[in-house]
């Protein structure tokens, strides 16, 4: 079983960039895929971006492409969502998950591990 913990969220205006990181532990964290999720209030969660535990392949969703990237550090048990040109609505609650068996998926329920979450709040 692993453990998510996400930082990095912050109140920023629009335009401007912020990392947030998700650190892992108490499993074989580079054997694991990782997605970031996001929910803004009143809306249902979606999928942000993911990245494969060993192809280091990438999927991004549509409105954050070009914008977003996502990264990982095996041996640090590290992930990390770069947030460039951030719009106000990004706002939202930033979730990381993983997963041992769907690759880069994009829906909820492929993932088995969640974080706690971190507020990003975009100003216009």
């Known amino acids: 079983q692993v453990q998510l913990v996400e930082s990095g969220g912050a109140l920023v205006q629009a335009g401007g960039s912020l990392r947030l990181s998700c650190t892992a532990s108490?499993?074989?964290?580079?054997?694991?895929?990782i997605g970031w999720f996001r929910q803004a209030p009143g809306k249902e969660g979606e999928f942000v971006a993911a990245i494969h535990w060993s192809s280091g392949s990438r999927d991004y969703a549509d409105s954050v492409k070009g914008r977003f990237t996502i990264s990982r550090d095996n041996a640090k048990s590290m992930v990390y969502l770069q947030m460039n040109s951030l719009k106000p609505e990004d706002t939202a609650v930033y979730y990381c998950?993983?997963?041992?068996?769907?690759?880069?998926?994009?829906?909820?329920?492929?993932?088995?591990?969640w974080g706690q979450g971190t507020q990003v709040t975009v100003s216009s």
């Open positions: 998950a993983a997963n041992s068996g769907y690759g880069l998926g994009t829906a909820i329920w492929n993932y088995e591990y």
């Open positions: 108490g499993g074989s964290f580079s054997r694991y895929n």
